[in-house]
């Protein structure tokens, strides 16, 4: 009896055929979000124009997908009453933050903005500090002194590197990038606000929707759109299929793996990036601009490792056996 008690438990623990297809979905995933990068730089069209187009298409999936899950009131499509100010705030803050990308990758090259992007890694527990009254460990204050100085290299500003070619047109879409990184910072934390209280397709609802208004808002107020030719359309439904195959291979692989792995592998995205750029578009960015995508891409590194860390020693406190506490870094 003993023995078949034995026998049955290590069955149960024995791990599952598919235990880590979560990292291959997020490997995918960060294939699907570099291209969608690659692409908006190839495309002719304007950020806006490619941003609606994009919506658009999100617009025919995540409709009858919200439907299917059972819609028995205005709540379950528009949320509780409560937090729907911050659905719109979240909305607001992705649409823009995906703007503001598309206009970085027009002006900078997509390396760069890749990089710079994932500012958001260092600005979400500064924000949280500031606005959710979070901790703020000393090592979030030194990756974010280093991410900075990343980025400081990559911008190669007059006033500290007075033998940099000036190049307005890459510090402008540098300061794109930037911006992108604090809306992006901005859309985490309000989705961290809303936490659980809806379904989690209403947020990408609000998303589609709001962008849908702005995109075509700013269309018309600028005049910026123009008629696409037949090449340039199939590019732009490359970009809306990367952009929803990304998000659900994303959502499968956060169902599979833990967050932390995700954030990890998700770094590769300024990689693959870079080594597009360099190998199909014949575009070398300068050597201090390279060294700060990768002081960036070590930051990144370095906070999902932390963050393993971390889960590994929150599972050994939950154990019978531990008696002191680890701390969390």
Known sequence: MLSEKVSKSTKSQKP???QHIGIFFMLLTCVCYSANSILAKVIVVGAAQIGLFRVCVMYLFVIPVLLRHGVHGVDDVLGPTHIRKILILRGFSGSLSGLTFYLAVKHASPGLATS???LDVVLVPIFGRIILKEALTPLDIVFAGVTFSGVVL?????FLFPSAEGDTENLTGILYAIASAVLG????????????CVNPLVPTFYFTSVSLVLYSAIIVVTGEFEFPCLTQVGYLCLIALCGFFGMIFLTIALHTERPSTISVINTLQIVIVLLVQILFLHDMPPKLSIVGSCLI????????????VNERRSRAQNTPTD???APVL
């Open 116 to 118: 710079i992007a994932f």
């Open 16 to 18: 599952s055929k598919y």
């Open 154 to 158: 990559i911008a190669r500003p007059p």
């Open 297 to 308: 891409f070590s930051t990144s590194i370095c906070l999902g490792i932390r963050k393993i």
């Open 185 to 196: 910072s901005f859309s985490y934390l309000l989705l961290r606000k809303i936490g659980n």
């Open 323 to 325: 008696s002191v506490k």
